[in-house]
């Protein structure tokens, strides 16, 4: 299901990329201000949480046509690999470089917090790896959307698509003339993408997010590889 | 011949393009061919033949709207066979962002050596590649030359019994173009398949055993290069003044302008030969292996010159 040299490999590519690093770096500086006010597990909040989500969205973009536009991919294909293993590296290559990131968020705004002369809690620790699933979670969505989307277009559809829903969902049901749909649209909402985890981390007992992120990864992957073989498929055929 | 199967095996293969617009072009049209283990077979064309098509539909990288292809005997997509094939694309183009030893590591890994033995065996490959120290840097930085190398190191890292090559020398420099030249005798050596797509038709004759001319997607003769034994050709600054002589000295010489074509058994049989004609009043400006047959043949089947 993963080839590790490529998930290697592509995490070593996007930790060597010019706008991932800047980008890498605003979250780290974000975090470690978030630290310095006490609370670590604010560390993704405000700020923070921006910076995460650019930086999913950095490590996304192009994620497959960067080795498809290249080529490259059709000499690792040949290698004795599967066409699921190699989306799998990929993917979880890129998770290593958004764990790897996240992380030395995390750490800024620890190290921050303790020289502020604040103690570190269970929530802080625990923030740490909620983030990075939420953050997969979306890599995984972008990863699909990478199949049928060339270069960085799989991470502006998934802007324009959340754009476009949360106006529908903010405007729609008024023009309709039915306010109350839109309590029905906040609801649907959180199952059109992975859920925000957080919950958990701030004492609450609210394990469903997080289930339903790790859903998300393998369902979101499943459908990237359907879609890559037909993909595949069709290009030979052309 | 043995009883091994064929390293590659084409039968009746057939690849038309479709265009968005309702266009279509015959690619490849019904080709039948196959390369032995320790044979190396080019491929010879003009632009557009189908060349490059017809080792991508044996590599299954296309499919082919009909005919069938076996590797070793077997379907080209199970893994254990592709671990016996190495392949290296004209222009190939690498991860930007990573060295070259790390796209040769990744290979190597992907090939099942260890982590440890695929790092070696990157640094052994780039060497013998001759690009150590480019190998080093990141692969966007490389000229065309430098990417062509490592395309080549890719291509032959898993040891391959078969190996495929596109315009291997485009882009190499005369250095480059020797060490492919060795290259491909010492896999023929090991028992390796190749088939090759050059235009360089002084190569294909030294190295080839037998040439496949190939004209809008047909096979139209294959050529045995060894059977006629080497042929020297040898230009002369007074071809005129001997001309008599040398043919009556030199058995099977034929003259054409200043040059006299030889056939003869081996290489090591060149220097007495060139020792003859200088006894004979022949005043040799260049001796050439392999000498203009194939460009004959070329232009005869190829082009349709008489």
Redesign the interface.
């Known amino acids: 299901m993963i080839?590790w040299?490529?998930a290697?490999?592509a995490a070593?590519?996007k930790l060597?990329?010019p706008g991932i690093r800047v980008v890498g770096a605003c979250f780290v500086a974000a975090a470690a201000l978030g630290g310095r006010a006490g609370a670590v597990s604010e560390t993704f909040g405000g700020f923070g949480i921006a910076f995460l989500l650019v930086l999913t969205l950095a490590l996304g973009a192009g994620l497959l046509s960067?080795?498809l536009d290249?080529?490259?991919a059709?000499?690792?294909l040949?290698?004795?690999?599967?066409r699921a293993a190699w989306l799998g590296g990929r993917l979880v290559g890129a998770g290593i470089a958004l764990a790897a990131l996240t992380a030395g968020a995390w750490a800024a705004a620890a190290v921050a917090s303790l020289g502020s002369g604040h103690a570190l809690s269970l929530s802080a620790l625990a923030i740490l790896p909620l983030a990075v699933l939420w953050g997969f979670a979306w890599l995984s969505v972008l990863a699909a959307l990478g199949v049928i989307l060339p270069s960085w277009t799989n991470a502006g559809a998934l802007i324009l698509g959340a754009i476009a829903w949360a106006t529908l969902r903010g405007t729609l049901p008024g023009v309709l003339g039915h306010p109350e749909w839109g309590a029905a649209a906040a609801e649907l909402s959180k199952y059109l993408g992975p859920q925000d985890p957080f919950a958990l981390a701030e004492g609450r007992r609210a394990l469903g997010p997080a289930l339903y992120d790790l859903c998300w990864v393998f369902f979101a992957w499943l459908v990237a590889v359907l879609l890559f073989n037909r993909r595949e498929?069709a290009r030979?055929?052309? | 011949m043995t009883g091994a199967p064929a390293a590659l095996e084409a039968t009746g293969l057939r690849k038309i393009?479709?265009g968005r617009g309702g266009g279509r072009v015959v690619a490849v049209d019904g080709l039948t061919f196959a390369v032995r283990p320790g044979e190396v077979v080019g491929l010879l064309g003009p632009n557009g033949a189908g060349k490059t098509t017809a080792m991508q539909l044996a590599?299954?990288?296309?499919?082919p709207d009909a005919g069938e292809v076996r590797l070793f005997g077997r379907d080209p997509e199970l893994?254990?066979v592709?671990?016996r094939?190495g392949?290296a694309?004209d222009a190939?183009?690498?991860?930007r962002?990573?060295t070259g030893l790390?796209?040769l590591?990744?290979?190597a890994?992907?090939?099942?050596f260890r982590r440890a033995a695929?790092r070696d065996r990157a640094e052994r490959f780039a060497e013998q590649a001759g690009f150590a120290e480019p190998a080093r840097r990141?692969a966007g930085t490389y000229s065309r030359g430098q990417a062509q190398r490592l395309g080549l190191a890719?291509a032959l890292i898993g040891d391959p019994d078969l190996l495929l090559l596109d315009e291997p020398t485009a882009g190499l420099d005369p250095a480059g173009v020797a060490a492919m030249r060795e290259l491909l005798v010492s896999l023929r050596g090991r028992g390796a398949a190749v088939l090759l797509n050059s235009h360089l038709l002084s190569e294909v004759e030294r190295v080839c055993d037998r040439v496949l001319f190939i004209k809008e997607g047909r096979l139209l003769r294959t050529h045995d290069v060894r059977a006629g034994g080497t042929r020297v050709e040898v230009r002369l600054a007074n071809a005129a003044q001997v001309s008599a002589r040398l043919v009556e000295e030199i058995p099977g010489g034929v003259l054409d302008g200043d040059r006299l074509r030889v056939p003869v058994a081996s290489e090591e049989a060149v220097p007495a030969l060139v020792r003859r004609m200088v006894e004979a009043g022949a005043e040799v400006l260049e001796v050439r292996l392999g000498g203009a047959e194939l460009e004959q043949l070329y232009l005869q089947i190829v082009e349709g010159r008489a």
């Not at chain 1, 040949?78 to 599967?82: A, F, G, K, S, V």
């Not at chain 2, 890994?109 to 099942?112: A, I, K, N, R």
């Open positions: 080839s040299p490529v290697r490999a070593r590519e060597r990329s960067d080795e290249s080529g490259h059709q000499l690792v040949l290698r004795p690999i599967t498929l030979r055929r052309a | 393009y479709r590599l299954r990288l296309l499919e893994l254990e592709r671990r094939i392949y694309p190939p183009l690498f991860p962002r990573l790390q796209i590591a990744l290979h890994e992907l090939l099942g695929a990141p890719l």
